[in-house]
């Protein structure tokens, strides 16, 4: 269960990790809480950060600038430990997350969980194993997304299908509410939800895992309830059990 009172603080050193990830870095982060610290680590005159400077407003991730006092160095490294070491003794944070492929954290993800916290790590295969050994967990990060391409790309398939069938003449007939981007989150969020036998997960519990990856409300689309919202998407269908508590599954 997603301990969503739990305020968790993700760390990313820009210059060794794919901005690609960060969507399901968040969604994997959901397992401990609340993403409320949203931080990316580097120099950001480099236009190798461009990718990241583009979606820093989008998710809610403050920029730490760090320049490069030596040619082939930068401080990114030890910034990023003084600042987690500060959140670590103000105690207000239960869990870190950290987006690196730098054997460097190393220290960092022991010192944490010598503190009693989970710490995730997130970075290519490539990472030393050092650092992913250090973590409580470590995650693959170019492994989530090709399975996110993977999910996206069937998601999109169903709802063009659907939505072909379910218009007149065959032709397609959207109504504009959901569109791919508000598509992949829900789907995203379903399939990090745990989910029961059948495959219903609690339409509660997807809400707030879509509520960690962004700013996210039904109002924002036109419904007043997340349940209305669900119920208008191809291939989703929602359940009541004998307590009143909703509950939402993807139909394949």
């Known amino acids: 269960m997603t301990q969503h009172n739990n305020n968790i603080a993700l760390l990313i050193d820009s210059d060794n990790a794919s901005h690609n990830g960060i969507d399901p870095v968040l969604t ?68 870190f997350g950290i987006m690196s492929s730098d054997s460097d954290f190393m220290p960092l993800a022991m010192r944490i969980r010598q503190e009693g916290l989970p710490v995730y790590g997130f970075g290519s295969a490539k990472t030393p194993e050092a650092f992913k050994q250090a973590c409580s967990r470590f995650i693959d990060v170019d492994a989530l997304i090709e399975v996110d391409k993977r999910n996206r790309s069937g998601a999109k398939s169903d709802v063009k299908t659907a939505a072909k069938a379910e218009a007149p003449g065959g032709t397609s007939d959207s109504s504009g509410k959901v ?14 939800t745990k989910r029961d036998a059948e495959g219903y997960a609690s339409l509660s519990e997807v809400g707030k895992i879509a509520g ?12 007043a309830r997340l349940s209305e919202m669900f119920e208008s998407v191809p291939n989703f269908q929602t359940k009541r059990d004998e307590h009143g508590h909703l509950f939402v599954k993807r139909l394949r």
């Open 28 to 95: 994997a982060l959901a397992e401990l809480g609340t993403v409320n610290i949203r931080r990316a680590y580097g120099n950001w005159t480099k236009t190798a950060l461009k990718g990241w400077e583009r979606i820093l407003h989008k998710y809610g991730i403050e920029p730490q600038q760090q320049f490069d006092m030596t040619k082939g160095k930068n401080a990114t490294d030890m910034k990023m430990t003084i600042d987690a070491m500060d959140l670590l003794f103000r105690g207000n944070v239960t869990g």
């Open 179 to 192: 569109d791919d981007e508000l598509l992949n989150l829900l789907i995203d969020a379903y399939q990090a």
């Open 212 to 223: 960690n990856r962004s700013s996210f409300d039904v109002r924002n689309y036109g419904f």
